[in-house]
């Protein structure tokens, strides 16, 4: 498959899960508020809020570590099925030890100001 092909798929399919996430969100919310209990409800949305605020925090850093990946790939050669060099593995093994404690710094920082606020509010 020619690569604008693979971006044009990746786009499509990165739209459609758009709209299956809202429209699943309009079936699931209902039930929500219908068969849980109000203190497991706020428990829910807190969770729920916790995660969009990492997703809007993030500041980019997965697809900054994507491309910067794929940049590691490339330097070992054009072929996309070519061995890696030891060079590029230990870029990428930096990369991904780097992004994964960036995302857990940010994670906690999260749920700890979630918990201080719904402390707080309580």
């Known amino acids: ?12 399919v990165a739209v ?3 709209f299956v996430h809202k429209a699943l ?18 428990v829910w949305f807190l969770m729920n809020n916790s995660v969009a605020l990492l997703y809007l925090f993030n500041c980019g850093l997965p697809p900054t570590v994507q ?3 794929a940049f590691a790939k490339g330097l ?7 061995p890696l060099s030891a060079a ?18 940010l994670a906690v920082t999260i749920l700890a ?9 309580l």
């Open 88 to 105: 590029s593995i230990r870029d990428i093994a930096d990369l991904l030890a780097t992004g994964r404690w960036m995302l857990l710094v």
């Open 67 to 69: 491309r910067r990946v």
């Open 76 to 82: 070992s050669g054009d072929d996309p099925y070519c």
């Open 25 to 42: 969100n309009l079936i699931l919310v209902p039930m929500q508020f219908y068969y849980l209990e109000r203190e497991l409800l706020g």
């Open 1 to 12: 498959m020619r690569g604008d092909r693979r971006i044009a798929l990746g786009t499509m």
């Open 113 to 121: 100001g979630s918990v201080l606020a719904g402390r707080w509010f």
């Open 16 to 18: 459609c899960g758009t």
